[in-house]
């Protein structure tokens, strides 16, 4: 359990939408690809930590049956407008939350990596393995410790849209954990603006361990650095693979 706010309120969730596409956009080609025994037999592909419904708009369009789930209610109410032909949306918040059953497991975004340690994440992948069916396609994206290396020299950045902007600093911290503080401004209705705050702190992981751990409730998956063809940043790595039939 965590002991805080869910992570994305209303506005991080809102700027989240707007200006950070580009991964969920870059990564869905090669989703589609993955998922396409699945599509083929009319399989339910459930997506964790959908956000704001970037990946899952992509994967709607393709022909994909999504239950789409995530931990934020501001995430669910962006994912709902943005991919309203998804199968359905539900708050799944791991590792506690009870996962439904399905064909395919995948997720942009590295939503594991916010759960508060190691355990909790070694819980959700166990609870996901159980979840999918045999001969089901897993396919998550997870951040190794080398993130946080890759990203040691970085202490500030920001970005500007027309009506959002975010400024992000980033904590010096343990080697297995990577904290930002980000401070948010929308544009209102009105024309005036208004500024909100998240702390983040996500844990990292030792990406060697994981295949072990699914490979346990007998899914069988490779540490990639794409899950296809489009490279991913330094230090996120697909988690990609398939249950035994
Ligand atoms: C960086 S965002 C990625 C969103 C989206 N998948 C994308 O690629 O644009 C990480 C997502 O993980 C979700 N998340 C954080 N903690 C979670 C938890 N404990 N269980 C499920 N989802 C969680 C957040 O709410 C957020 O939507």
Redesign the pocket.
Known sequence: M?DHE???GHDL?LV?HLG??F??DG?APDLIELLAPVRERDGLVL??????G??TRHLVDAGCRVLA????PA?LELARATAPDAEGFTT????D?PVPEADAIV??????N??PDAVAVQR?LLALARALRPGGVFAIDLEDLEWGTARAGVHEQSRVGDDWAIITYYEDSAPDRFVRDMTTFVRNDDGTWRRGHERHDNVLLDIAAVPPVLADEGVEVEARRSFGSHELPVGLYAIVGTKRA
């Open positions: 965590t869910p992570y994305y969730a989240h950070f596409g991964h969920a990564c997506e964790v930590g959908c956000g704001s970037l990946l789930t995530d931990a934020s995430m799944l918040a791991l590792p939350d997720g942009t975004g590295h939503a594991l916010y759960l959700s």
